[in-house]
């Protein structure tokens, strides 16, 4: 496998280890992002308001006294920069709360948890929609990567780099109109010669299963399920 | 059976790029870029400008050890609103983050003590330093070159030889200038490259 | 110096890491002497490390000028991390015996010894 080069991640956290929950058909795992919570949303989006509310008031007055105070480009310039942050921001907190309203959030379910190395399990994610069905055909795509996650402080900045060590793309699945249920199948294999997970409060192995849903109509949307590998090998 | 220490195998202790506690440079491994140290007591404000990772840091601790002095750096958060130290040579970190009020106070003081004030900064303080009348000078730290960088990482690998052992790892030129160019004007990610670098080096023995 | 050898450089998580400590002490002798595994990081991150398991050696088992043999064993966990030499990390496990002297000013002396666990099989 060609190695990509270290990725900075802006103090990336990565997603939390949850237990599964044991159920018929094997063990189950929500994607905690995305899983709607009132007092998260109202937190995040007077953040935001407040935000722009700030930056577009400096830089409307930016703009007003620019005739007479050329120290005010300078802030229109500051202010523009905050401001098309606190855009891109409220973008980002719209199409979350479009994809909420829209749907429940991804769920996986693996036959083995925790996997050992040089096993294969099933795997299969499901996203309900919160009401109708797809009215266009869409595509899953899911792969499963295993990465090295650092955090260090240097000098007086906090940063936080991942390294891709391992990848397995699973099969592109199509989604038919007129379901309720986006469903995705595959089996992953993790490596008889590949690292057990690690977490360390700086130093971490993950192993993720990455489910990629591609709708018309509507950004991608990503679930993210970290998973559990021992330091095990099948016989 | 995999060796122990797999760095071993090429003569070395561990990977030569490994992140240190301590900021700034360890000892020898300095890298001179021609920049004079400060005077001590002049009524100046020295800026060293550069993006993160640029050695903005590392240039005040080596100043720092060589002439004496304050050194402070400022968080972000609550912890900036504290009054900068203001002596004969003092150094501030992530100056940019001081409130503007306690940076003219802190300023003021220099021009009347008198004092040289070397800052690290993202953001240009020489506003407020020609107003309460300090003299200012700006030093815009050079971007990452590749000699400048295979000077340092021969240093380190140098550095991390195991006694009586010969080294079997060379940064080549071609090397240094692909990791130049992904690290931008980043010091801190080009080590994490050369770490990379050095650990796929030890893989492919 | 206190010398440590492992009876095994590779051990898989689960097994039982055995060794024994060698000495000939000069005076004074040690007030402790402790003897302990554990892991490391090291790479580009902030290092992490994890105190595995600690032995208490009994210090009047040392006689000044006569050469001792303590023999140590660990268990290694089976939830365990392994070892690992990545691109941005490392987990470096090692032996450590320290021992402390009497006195204020006196240092102690520490010896380490490295060693890899490996994954056990089904």
Redesign the interface.
């Known amino acids: 496998m060609v ?1 990509p ?2 990725q ?1 991640v802006a103090y990336r956290q990565i997603p939390k280890l949850e237990q599964p929950q044991r159920i018929a058909e094997g063990f189950l795992l929500t994607d905690l992002e995305q899983v709607w919570s009132w007092r998260k949303s109202i937190y995040r989006s007077l953040f935001v308001v407040i935000w722009n509310i700030i930056a577009f008031v400096y830089l409307v007055s930016g703009v007003r006294n620019v005739a007479t105070d050329r120290g005010a480009i300078i802030t229109i310039v500051i202010s523009g920069l905050l401001a098309l942050g606190g855009l891109m921001m409220l973008a980002k907190l719209i199409i979350q709360i479009l994809l909420a309203s829209r749907f429940f959030p991804g769920e996986l379910v693996v036959s083995r948890f925790p996997l050992r190395l040089g096993e294969a399990s099933q795997v299969r994610y499901r996203r309900r929609l919160r009401r109708g069905q797809t009215q266009k055909p869409a595509q899953i795509s899911a792969q499963l990567v295993c990465y090295e996650w650092i955090r ?1 402080q ?4 906090v ?1 936080a ?1 991942t ?1 891709k060590i391992w990848e397995q793309a699973l099969p592109v699945q199509a989604v038919p109109v007129g379901i309720s249920k986006l469903e995705y199948e595959g089996q992953i294999q993790i490596p008889r010669q590949g690292t057990p997970s690690f977490e360390a409060n700086d130093n971490c192995i993950c192993w993720e299963l990455q489910v990629a849903v591609d709708l018309p109509g509507l950004l991608i949307d990503a679930s993210t399920f970290r998973l559990r590998v021992v330091p095990e090998v099948v016989a | ?2 060796p ?3 760095y071993a195998a090429l003569g070395l202790a ?2 030569p ?3 240190t ?1 301590e ?1 700034g440079a360890a000892a020898g491994e300095w890298i001179d870029r021609g920049l004079a140290l400060p005077p001590v007591g002049d009524r100046l404000l020295l800026q060293i400008m550069g993006e ?2 640029a050695g ?3 240039h005040l601790l080596h100043c720092q050890g060589q002439i004496g002095g304050i050194y402070c ?3 972000a958060g609550l912890g900036r609103w504290r009054v900068p130290p203001v002596a004969p040579i003092a150094f501030w ?2 100056a940019d983050r001081i409130p503007r009020s306690l940076l003219a106070l802190a300023l003021w003081r220099a021009v009347h003590l008198p004092a040289t004030i070397v800052a690290g900064t993202h953001a240009d303080l020489s506003g407020t330093a020609l107003q309460v009348g300090l003299r200012v000078q700006t030093i815009y730290l050079p971007k990452l070159e590749v000699e400048t960088l295979l000077l340092w990482a021969t240093q380190r690998i140098a550095a991390a030889r195991l006694p009586d052992k010969t080294v079997h790892l060379s940064l080549t030129p071609a090397e240094a200038a692909q990791i130049v160019e ?1 690290a931008g004007a980043s010091w ?2 080009a ?3 050369l ?2 670098w050095a ?2 080096q ?2 492919q023995l | 110096m206190i010398d440590i050898q492992l009876s095994q ?2 051990v898989r998580v689960g097994d039982v890491l055995s060794g024994r400590l060698i000495w000939t002490p000069a005076r004074p002798l040690p007030k402790q002497a402790t003897v302990a595994i554990g892991w490391r990081t ?6 992490n490390s994890q105190k595995v398991q600690e032995l208490q050696i009994d210090c009047d088992r040392f006689a000044t000028g006569i050469t001792t043999t303590i023999p140590v064993q660990f268990q290694i966990p089976t939830s365990a991390p392994v ?1 690992y ?4 990390l ?1 987990i470096i496990w090692e032996a450590t015996v320290v021992l402390a002297f009497p006195g204020l000013l006196t240092r102690n002396q520490q010896q380490a010894m ?3 666990v490996l994954p056990r099989s089904s």
Do not use: W
């Open positions: 190695q080069q270290p900075s260090c240097q000098g007086t900045d940063q780099f390294q | 059976m995999s122990i220490d797999p561990g990977n790029f490994v992140a506690a900021a993160m990772g903005k840091t590392t750096c400022y968080p970190d992530e992904l801190r990610k080590a994490v490259h770490h990379v650990a796929k030890v893989s | 450089t590779e090291e790479g580009r991150g902030t290092v070892s030499d990545g691109l941005l490392r490295l060693f890899r």
